[in-house]
């Protein structure tokens, strides 16, 4: 069965043969499976070719059958075909391929988004990554120019118990070794590769036997080929999977290694810089990645080396043996980082030896692929050498080396050196590869080809995938073609069909015109040096657009050379397709400007370093340009959170307006035809007024719109009495704020013009306003104490012990004890504040959330460092217990007195005259006893007595209205109907047969109790008689009417008796039967005469003794309540509450308001109504939700 559509043109079927399968060139599902025994039987003797080497006709009972190889023009893989059958092995087989081009496709649509995306600046690295570094810091080695270092394993290999990976990786190897008898071109590959993987010593032959694999960390890891057609020394890979599961544990190698961090610039770094030199010279480190592998160039400790195993045999005919790898080596979440680590590393120790080898490795170097470049030839060449030297001592060496200019590869071997030598007078030779990109080193240009795609009668939404993320372009260079794209790839997902599934015909021909104009493209060129050698000025200039389809942002190099020539040239772009949700026009414009910003803040970090530049930002939207120039806090949130970003990420640029026909950016909002973008001067050159000498970008001024959009309202209202300030917000610094503001308008009043302040708040205005909101605390608070300081009589508050005074401010302070510490003075003499005051409060809830929600003492530590808190840690408590992302963590679900029992459950009635119902299960049953039976779900249906608490058994097949309606009518003939029934469902058969149904509210079982326990006790024996058997319906039903027995044979209390033969307990089967369901047969009294009447009357009197029984002894053990014995406030309408929700972290609780309560009899509330953010109204108990500590709910 093909993997894809296969291409029938090329295939020569002679008309006289009769295919089994006519459409066997199609990926369909398989119609029929055939035993190994049966395929040989199904085989002819007659084959005839249908393309030397691939694919020929197989003769079967059937007819002919295409089978062999098809190379696929789309992924860089073959793929096997075969049409009709297939042996258990191949459809397995067909699986491992499938699973492949899914991990190709994967990796390759991440890649793209991964390089149309702005580089992040790494942050501080985790918990994980410091202890993966801390790990590599105290066990590498440097000993004779080789590394040795150990996996970075989560914990000590002495401990660690990985479980069974023999047995799926022998698995693993049978399914590879299949592959190989289809292909032996392939197997005499791989052979190769794991013999020069023994000959260089980076893996050796060791003894099974030799490991003790129940106590010893060992693991073995399954391997595959993988094919690169674009390498030039290594087409085929051997891959090592560390990501298999063992059994049982379900844990990989990968599972216990640490991912370390990323300890190299990031790809787009590299390119900026790579453009920016005039010469430029490129290699790449042996022992790999490629070549002999720099992985392979760093051993592994030996301790560590039992972790890595793979099983492996030069021939089907041998046994398979033990190859343990000796070195670092690929498919290891850890590798990447070792490997670079250690380059790292090398430039740590001797980073002041070999300083121009030191940056190259540091900001230069791409995994394995190192760009040198520079404006100065003979600083080039000294960093050459000393980049060979540097990487010498880890055992590194270079080859691939290529330049553009000849006399930089003087004294390189020819067979080190590119295709083994760069012909600088052919164009043809000079091309190569340089992190991905296509550069041709005589012209000194890149070149961006299109990747080549077959027209098909159908393409799928995998085609379109798979063609648009082979689209390598991290500088944006060709960014209004990729925008098109990212397009189609929307309008593709929009669609929610199967990947296979063909285009509609709309888009199936966008998809086909687009395909074919990048096929008839001609290669776009644009130059890779900007020329900074003889600068004399360096701009970088952004411009950011957007439309109702896309938004992007592309940045120009203006340089101004000695000469007073001026050259642009486009440095880089990026761009976005708008979210499926449409918003406005200035919204987008909006977020391309924020793009705009993230992109030239990355490109500004990366320059800024080695050449003094000035940054010019351009936006056609004079929107845009008003919201950057007003304040955040009168913008919508939306806008106010994307214009602060901006104003942060932009600090010292300037931003101004530009026309939309000048504006080039308008390229990657609307996307450009594939064969016009070479001739787009604007797009490659920028806007003609960057090419003036006296270019003034504060010239290009707009007019400002007159109403502004999207501002947030804000209404004035006066009122009789005055509110205080200190009400109004609940933020301190916010307050400070206002306060600073309103002194600095004061003072300014009364300066002159020359002496007044403008511009952001400075530290000591904000502290000058937070001393006199705690002066005007203190006043409110302890005026009688500050009277009797400022008149020196004696005070009598509780104060005293602290010896208070009053500083130069005012402002009242501890005296205390510690005048001769050496502490701050802050400590020394803390502020006294008062309690029950909102600026404490305040001021709380601030060092709470700058501790990250610290604990109580934590942050009433700190407090103590700068203020004394009357009754603090009190006053720390009670505010942090209204903290609602601390109460989420711990939230506890309200609770209430538990009610009365109702009248239901405690007055005398006929057995299962009231009665509750619920489900339990699923279990399985086999519908009858085969050694292949086919597997069903079975579920038990649970009737039980409010009164006697007896129960009643069914056993259903599923959950259909129908079998319950069975189920119940066999309950109503064995039990009798009952009178009431209580469940979480309604029935319209209930009240039509004349029974009363009551329902619990959802998602309470609190309110069911009695069957929930009931539920939970059939359970409990099922669980352990069955176990993990499966049983048929008979025989699970005669389990389960037994376990009935036995239930409705607890007691419920004793019974006064003499005869030691009588049960001395009242059971639920006393009110069924008289007796015990499991209790013994009694004597036979069949041939005892007996008067009629007596004996009924004796019946009687026996079930009364059962009932008197039941009332002395069995209904007052009701009495206590075992949980739920205190009081609580009810819960009132429009409580605000959280809702408990048992697979979802506390923190993703939702939130919901209280609609209407349902008091009980008692008047107290169990359950209740609540409005969830969906709107949706939902009746629950409780317990079900948490209420939440706000002032209005508590």
């Not at 049982?248 to 787009?268: C, R, W």
């Not at 071997?413 to 760069?422: I, L």
Request: hydrophobic share 40%.
């Amino acid at each position: 069965m093909p993997q894809f559509v296969v291409n029938t043109n090329k295939l020569n079927v002679p008309p006289h043969v009769s295919l089994a399968d006519d459409e066997f060139y199609k990926c369909d599902k398989i119609s029929m499976l055939l035993e190994c025994d049966v395929f040989f039987q199904v085989l002819l003797r007659e084959q005839l070719p249908v393309v030397p080497g691939e694919l020929f006709l197989q003769n079967t009972r059937f007819g002919y059958v295409v089978a062999g190889i098809v190379r696929h023009s789309k992924p860089a893989h073959s793929s096997c075909v075969a049409s009709n059958f297939c042996s258990k092995h191949e459809v397995h087989f067909a699986h491992n391929y499938d699973s492949d081009i899914f991990t190709k496709l994967d990796q390759t649509v991440s890649q793209f988004w991964q390089t149309e995306k702005v580089p992040e600046v790494y942050t501080e690295a985790d918990s994980e990554q410091e202890l993966a570094e801390q790990i590599f810091q105290d066990t590498v080695v440097l000993k004779e120019n080789k590394f040795e270092v150990s996996l970075p394993l989560k914990q000590d290999i002495s401990t660690l118990r990985l479980g069974d990976s023999l047995t799926p990786a022998h698995k693993r190897f049978l399914n590879l070794e299949l592959r190989f008898k289809r292909d032996e071109a392939l197997f005499l590959k791989y052979k190769d590769f794991i013999d020069e993987f023994v000959e260089l010593g980076h893996a050796k032959y060791v003894d099974i036997s030799s490991y003790n694999l129940d106590e010893q960390a060992v693991f073995f890891m399954p391997h595959h080929p993988v094919f690169n057609e674009n390498s030039e020394t290594t087409k085929l890979r051997v891959v090592f999977d560390a990501s298999m599961q063992t059994y049982p544990e379900k844990i990989s190698l990968n599972h216990v290694l640490l991912n370390g961090a990323v300890v190299q610039q990031d790809l787009f770094s590299i390119l900026v810089l790579f453009r920016l030199y005039k010469f430029i010279i490129n290699c790449d480190i042996t022992k790999m990645f490629r070549a002999t592998k720099m992985f392979r160039a760093i051993s592994l400790t030996p301790s560590h080396r039992p972790l890595q195993n793979i099983l492996w045999r030069p021939s089907p005919n041998d046994d398979i043996k033990c190859l343990q790898l000796q070195t670092v080596t690929y498919g290891q979440k850890s590798s990447s980082f070792l490997a670079t680590r250690c380059l790292l590393e090398l430039v740590h120790r001797f980073r002041d030896q070999y300083p121009l080898a030191a940056d190259a490795l540091l900001y230069k170097t791409y995994v394995d692929d190192i760009n040198l470049s520079s404006n100065d030839i003979k600083e080039l060449l000294e960093s050459r050498e000393q980049l060979i030297e540097l990487l010498s001592k880890g055992g590194f060496s270079l080859h691939k080396w290529c330049a553009n200019k000849i006399e930089l590869l003087k004294d390189i071997p020819e067979n080190s050196q590119h295709k083994g030598f760069v012909h600088f007078t052919d164009n043809k030779d000079s091309m190569v590869r340089t992190l991905g990109m296509k550069c041709e080193l005589c012209s000194d240009t890149f070149v961006i080809s299109s990747p080549q795609y077959p027209t098909l009668e159908k393409y799928t939404k995998r085609d379109v995938l798979s063609f648009v993320s082979k689209i390598f372009d991290p500088l944006g260079l060709a960014g209004p073609i990729v925008v098109n794209a990212k397009l189609l790839m929307q309008q593709t997902w929009l669609l929610n069909i199967g990947w296979d599934c063909p285009l509609p015909s709309n888009l199936y021909e966008d998809f086909r015109k687009f395909a074919d104009s990048l096929n008839k493209m001609q290669n776009v060129v644009v130059k890779r040096n900007l020329d900074t050698q003889n600068a004399k000025s360096i701009d970088i200039v952004g411009f950011s657009d957007a439309s109702n389809l896309a938004y992007g942002c592309c940045l120009y190099l203006r340089i101004v050379d000695t000469n007073g020539n001026v050259n642009v040239d486009l440095l880089c772009s990026k761009s976005r397709v708008n979210p499926i949700k449409k918003s406005t026009t200035p919204r987008a414009e909006l977020n391309g400007a924020l793009l705009l910003a993230k992109l030239v803040k990355k490109v500004y970090d990366i320059i800024q370093p080695r050449f003094d530049i000035n940054v010019y930002l351009f936006v056609d939207s004079q929107v845009v340009l008003a919201w950057l120039i007003t304040d955040p806090l009168k913008l919508g949130v939306y806008i106010a959170n994307r214009v602060k970003c901006i104003t942060e990420l932009t600090k010292g640029f300037s931003w101004h307006y530009v026309n939309t026909v000048e504006n080039p950016a308008d390229c990657l909002s609307r996307g450009v035809e594939p064969h016009l973008l070479q001739k787009n001067l604007q797009w490659f050159h920028g806007p003609s007024f960057l090419k003036q000498l006296d270019f003034q970008p504060q010239s290009y001024k707009c007019e400002m719109p007159r109403e502004i959009p999207e501002l947030k309202a804000s209404n004035v209202v006066q009122r009789a009495e005055e509110l205080p300030l200190f009400t109004r917000f609940s933020s301190i610094d916010k307050i400070k704020r206002i306060l600073a503001y309103v002194y600095r308008f004061v003072n300014n009043c009364k300066s002159k013009t020359v002496d007044r302040i403008y511009g952001n708040l400075t530290p000591q205005e904000l502290n000058h306003s937070l001393i006199i909101i705690l002066r005007c605390e203190q006043t409110k608070f302890f005026s009688e104490e500050i009277t009797c300081l400022n008149t020196r009589t004696s005070m009598k508050s509780n104060l005293k012990a602290l010896n208070p005074f009053l500083d130069s401010m005012n402002v009242l302070r501890v005296g205390g004890r510690l005048q001769h510490a050496d502490i701050p003075y802050s400590t020394k003499h803390p502020i006294i504040l008062p309690k029950r005051s909102k600026i404490v409060h305040y001021l709380i809830e601030k060092e709470h959330r700058i501790l990250l929600h610290a604990g109580p003492k934590h942050v009433f530590s700190n407090l103590s460092l700068k203020y004394h808190i009357v009754n603090g840690i009190r006053e720390v408590k009670h505010v942090l217990h209204k903290c609602t992302i601390c109460f989420r963590l711990k939230a506890k679900h309200a609770e209430q007195l538990m009610g009365s029992l109702p009248s239901d459950r405690v007055n005398p009635c006929r057995a299962f005259e009231k009665v509750g119902i619920d489900y339990g299960g699923p279990f399985s049953i086999k519908m009858l006893r085969a050694r292949k039976p086919v597997i069903q779900k079975a579920y038990i249906v649970l009737f039980v007595c409010f009164t006697t608490k007896a129960i009643h058994v069914e056993l259903a097949s599923d959950l259909t209205t129908d079998c319950f309606l069975n189920s119940l009518k066999r309950f109503i003939a064995r039990r009798n109907k009952p009178l009431i029934i209580q469940g979480v469902w309604k029935l319209a058969y209930a009240a039509d047969n004349g029974i009363t149904f009551k329902y619990i509210p959802s998602y309470s079982p609190v309110f069911a109790g009695l069957w929930e326990a009931g539920i939970k006790s059939c359970k409990y024996h099922l669980k352990r008689v069955v176990g993990n058997a499966v049983l048929t319906y008979e025989e699970l039903n005669t389990v389960i009417i037994q376990i009935e027995g036995i239930l409705n044979s607890r007691p419920l209390t004793a019974l006064p008796t003499t005869d030691l033969h009588e049960m001395p307990y009242l059971t639920p089967g006393h009110f069924l039967t008289g007796a015990p369901i499991t209790s013994y047969p009694e004597e036979d009294y069949t041939n005892v005469p007996c008067n009629r009447l007596k004996f009924w009357k004796q019946c009687t009197q026996m079930v009364q003794q059962f009932w008197k029984q039941w009332h002395k002894q069995y209904l007052v053990q009701l009495q206590s309540r075992p949980k739920w014995r205190n009081e609580c406030n009810n819960i009132k309408i429009g409580t605000l509450v959280l809702v408990r929700e048992d697979n979802i972290p506390p923190l993703k609780w939702p939130m919901a308001r209280v609609v209407d309560v349902f008091p009980g009899a008692d008047g107290k509330v169990r359950a209740l109504s609540i409005r969830t953010s969906k709107g949706s109204i939902i009746k629950t108990s409780i317990y079900k939700v948490c209420v939440l500590p706000f002032e209005d709910n508590m």
